[in-house]
């Protein structure tokens, strides 16, 4: 069965460094989405790709963090410089595109922690 | 704007109880709604959705939910809990129609259940 991966499962950084999570959809699906999971809560949506163009980053922190995908494909999110509240589960998700609702397929997320 | 509220951080119950999770949701249209199922480390999967039709929305692992327009409700139950349901519940609320079907997520319900 076909399943969204991402890389690292598991990250620890230092303040101040940077850090970059990589994902890799469903095969043929158009949509990304990138969402941050602080402990406690539920995931919040940081960036929505259809393609290779953003279609919503309007909660994605733009000073610190970055996110690209490049050939429509994989995509990098990237933190610099990373901060102590940056500590959270990344989760990437996909899904087809089209008519009609389009069920999101979720990663097994990154865990970032921020000494 | 679309919120979700989860009423109830933590439930527990004994096995084979009633399992009863709570979600109000506030939409400005007609909503399309979630329950997502998340256990330790891993990424969310989808239990159930609402999207048109019929009110009453049968999942998977036994799960069901009802929506209420009138009670802007979308509560998700169980007959008989079993062990392996312990585990982090999501309410998450879209918009109906359309092509970006941005999630809202609720804080989550943790589900413990005792042998």
């Known amino acids: 069965e076909a399943e969204v991966a991402q890389s690292p499962r598991y990250k620890i950084t230092e303040k101040s460094q940077a850090v970059a999570f990589w994902c890799d959809p469903i095969?043929?699906?158009?949509?990304l989405y990138w969402y941050r999971q602080i402990l406690g809560q539920g995931p919040e949506l940081l960036v929505q790709?259809?393609?290779?163009?953003?279609?919503?980053d309007s909660q994605l922190p733009k000073d610190r963090f970055s996110a690209e995908r490049l050939k429509g494909v994989d995509s990098t999110l990237k933190i610099q410089p990373a901060e102590l509240g940056d500590s959270a589960m990344y989760l990437c998700a996909s899904s087809l595109t089209g008519v009609g609702y389009n069920e999101q397929f979720f990663g097994p997320g990154t865990r970032l922690t921020v000494l | 704007a679309q919120s979700v509220t989860q009423l109830g951080s933590h439930v527990s119950v004994s096995e084979g109880a009633l399992v009863l999770l709570r979600c109000n949701y506030s939409?400005?249209?007609?909503?399309?709604l979630f329950w997502y199922v998340q256990y330790p480390n891993q990424g969310l999967q989808l239990l159930l959705k609402?999207?048109?039709?019929?009110?009453l929305v049968k999942g998977i692992n036994g799960f069901e939910a009802e929506f209420k327009k009138s009670e802007t409700s979308f509560h998700l139950t169980k007959p008989s809990a079993h062990m392996s349901d312990a585990a982090e519940y999501f309410c998450?609320?879209?918009?109906?129609?359309?092509?970006?079907?941005?999630?809202?997520f609720g804080k989550g319900t943790l589900l413990t259940v005792n042998p």
């Open positions: 998450a609320v879209s918009k109906g129609g359309g092509s970006n079907y941005k999630l809202t």
């Open positions: 095969s043929g699906h158009a949509t």
């Open positions: 790709f259809q393609d290779e163009s953003v279609v919503d």
């Open positions: 609402y999207t048109t039709g019929a009110t």
């Open positions: 939409s400005s249209v007609p909503p399309y």
